[in-house]
């Protein structure tokens, strides 16, 4: 159900005539946009279609080729840092620094907190926006290094809270967080809709934007193609908007991959990492995709970890066809055939200022090396040919990624880590931050490397995604496995309930 609106009409924000271009490329085409006053604006679209270009803009961390921005009646002068007292931004890329308190990283920037002799009263509101958004166990003192990923996107939000921005942009603030973190930051939405504030809600889970906006606004290939209430539109219209063509059913992209799997490749007997889960056993087949699913902190995210080598002191045994092997280390993993890709794709995933291509082989350079000299010309063909399998453009290839959208700086991710040829893909969060047309497309990539006899075991605390690309599912609830089963047999209600309420639920359930 969408947000109900209690906009009085007025526009907060106007845009007028905007165009960016970058030398010929044109990013944005002359467009028009408006956010009315106390309203919740989604803002949708395929990565590359021109949000990020507009909301760089909005902020003053770019300045428009053409046009005006007007913000409660403020003219907003081109390149130069918005007030954040008008906008504040929440961007997709944590900006948290690790080594200063969650307090001082919450007052980082804000004009009225310069006074150092009133820290302590810029304290006393800071923990009340923290305890409004679920942060109320976090220590204003605590380095932000020591949160984890899903506590610093929080922190984030609440910098935005705290100045009081008239209108505040969150650019994907769910892509990490598990799904009672998403209900307080929808809390915390709301609450500052109560309180007169304007919220541009970015997001690729289109639920959310259904759930939690009162009007769309969807932009393709750098124009605005249409903007209604949310109440107006479908799903389908939704996505065709985005993308300007139908999507595939998820059901093409399952029943085309490999549901009848072939013999164990991967076994796990006793395992478990103290805690954070408990004693587990599984077995995983030849052409397999396993969902791995919990809430941030149930443990289910450290399973495909300690899998992937990241978690030395874990206990039990693994097996890879047929053999014992040690997985204390990334190094192992990867000398054991199995590959790793990160849900931070931009901290762990990629080397953002390097070439794509440079990337894609990095993986694989004592491959490709003699006498310490990489063989540029088969580098760089096994780079194209890997390029093509997930659809990368070939002349980007020379490119630094940090040029890619999100969703093909992912596909680069993957494509560095199948440079491997691993016999088990391990990835966590698969489909973070990308846009549904990048989506399909990697969907459909991964499926067909199952159909090969790969492997893959993946953790999301995207319960769609589920649905959408496992064979398998196994749920987990503070450290243990409530439920293994096939995808066909649990419905979205399912697993939410098991990673929601654990065991209990289902003998509720059976009760009833």
């Not at 085409?29 to 590359?48: M, R, T, Y």
């Not at 699913?293 to 002191?313: F, Y």
Request: net charge neutral; glycine share 8%.
């Amino acid at each position: 159900m969408s947000g109900t609106s209690t906009s009085n009409g007025l526009n907060i924000l106007d845009v007028r005539g905007l165009r960016k271009t970058y030398g010929g490329v044109v990013a944005i085409k002359s467009i028009d946009f408006e956010l009315q006053a106390g309203e919740i604006h989604g803002l949708c679209g395929e990565n590359g279609a021109g949000k990020s270009t507009l909301v760089k803009i909005l902020g003053g961390l770019i300045a428009q080729t053409e046009g005006e921005i007007t913000v409660d009646g403020v003219h907003l002068k081109p390149g130069k840092r918005t007030d954040p007292r008008l906008i504040s931004i929440v961007h997709q890329e944590l900006s948290i620094i690790p080594d200063l308190s969650v307090l001082d990283n919450v007052l980082i920037g804000d004009p009225a907190s310069g006074e150092l002799l009133r820290r302590s009263s810029h304290a006393k509101a800071v923990r009340r926006q923290l305890d409004e958004i679920g942060l109320s166990h976090v220590d204003l003192n605590e380095p932000a290094r020591k949160l984890s990923l899903a506590e610093q996107q929080l922190v984030e939000i609440a910098r935005g809270v705290v100045r009081g921005a008239k209108i505040l942009m969150l650019d994907e603030p769910t892509a990490t967080l598990s799904d009672s973190e998403i209900r307080r930051v929808f809390k915390a939405v709301r609450w500052l809709k109560d309180q007169g504030s304007t919220i541009v809600f970015i997001s690729h889970r289109l639920p959310e934007v259904f759930e939690l906006t009162d009007r769309i606004t969807v932009f393709r290939n750098g124009e605005r193609v249409t903007t209604r209430p949310t109440s107006e539109f479908t799903t389908e219209q939704l996505v065709q908007a985005m993308i300007g063509r139908e999507v595939g059913s998820r059901h093409a992209l399952t029943d085309a991959g490999s549901q009848s799997a072939g013999n164990t490749r991967l076994k796990l007997r006793d395992f478990a990492v103290a805690g954070r889960f408990q004693k587990l056993s599984l077995d995983v087949a030849e052409g397999e995709v396993l969902a791995i699913v919990g809430q941030l902190g149930s443990g289910a995210d450290a399973v495909v970890e300690a899998v992937a080598g990241l978690r030395s002191g874990y206990a039990g045994v693994i097996e890879l066809d047929g053999q014992r092997v040690e997985v204390r280390s990334i190094a192992d993993a990867m000398k054991a055939s199995i590959a790793y890709v990160s849900e931070d794709r931009a901290g762990k995933g990629v080397f953002l200022e390097a070439a794509i291509e440079t990337n894609i082989y990095s993986s694989i350079l004592d491959r490709v090396t003699r006498f310490g000299l990489v063989r540029r010309s088969e580098a760089q063909q096994r780079a194209r040919k890997l390029a093509a399998q997930f659809q990368i453009d070939p002349r980007r290839l020379p490119h630094d990624v940090s040029t890619l959208s999100g969703g093909n700086q992912q596909k680069v991710s993957l494509a560095k880590a199948v440079a491997l040829e691993p016999s088990v893909l391990i990835l966590n969060e698969p489909t973070r931050g990308v846009d549904i047309g990048a989506r399909t497309e990697i969907y459909k990539q991964l499926r067909e490397l199952a159909g090969k006899g790969m492997s893959l075991i993946f953790f999301t605390t995207d319960i769609e995604e589920v649905h959408e690309l496992a064979d398998r599912v196994i749920t987990i609830f503070r450290g243990s496995v409530v439920s293994d089963r096939p995808t066909a047999e649990a419905s979205m209600d399912d697993v939410l309930r098991d990673i929601l309420h654990g065991p209990e639920s289902n003998k509720q359930e059976h009760a009833a």
